[in-house]
């Protein structure tokens, strides 16, 4: 199993991004797909995931401003951030677990100045 995401830079507060990791080595539209992310000196955070059904859940400092989508065709999960803020900066990580083990896709960055 394979993720790769991409989609991460630079943006300006209130601005928007769109983060999607490709997945590969699995039957993609049978799993929950999680998108985390780490600041520095913080602990990794669940930000949203989608359920194979297409069921979201988000942490709640995102709820509203970020969407997590699915491409059941293209092996993809999607991220976008709207109403980006500074406290939003981090490393975005994708993830599944496949058989029981982890996999993480190797993170794209995200900062918003301020």
């Known amino acids: 199993v394979q993720l790769q995401a991409s989609g991460g830079g630079l943006v300006q507060a209130g601005g928007s991004l769109r983060l999607s990791c490709k997945a590969t080595?699995?039957?993609?539209?049978?799993?929950?797909m999680y998108w985390y992310r780490q600041a520095p000196g913080k602990q990794r955070e669940l930000v949203a995931s989608?359920?194979?059904?297409?069921?979201?859940n988000y942490v709640d400092s995102v709820n509203g401003r970020f969407t997590i989508s699915r491409d059941n065709v293209k092996n993809r999960v999607n991220l976008q951030m709207n109403s980006l803020k500074p406290e939003d900066s981090a490393g975005y990580y994708c993830?599944?677990?496949?058989?029981?083990?982890?996999?993480w896709g190797q993170g794209t960055q995200v900062t918003v100045s301020s």
């Open positions: 080595g699995l039957n993609f539209r049978l799993h929950t």
């Open positions: 993830y599944v677990r496949w058989k029981a083990a982890n996999f």
């Open positions: 989608i359920t194979s059904g297409g069921v979201t």
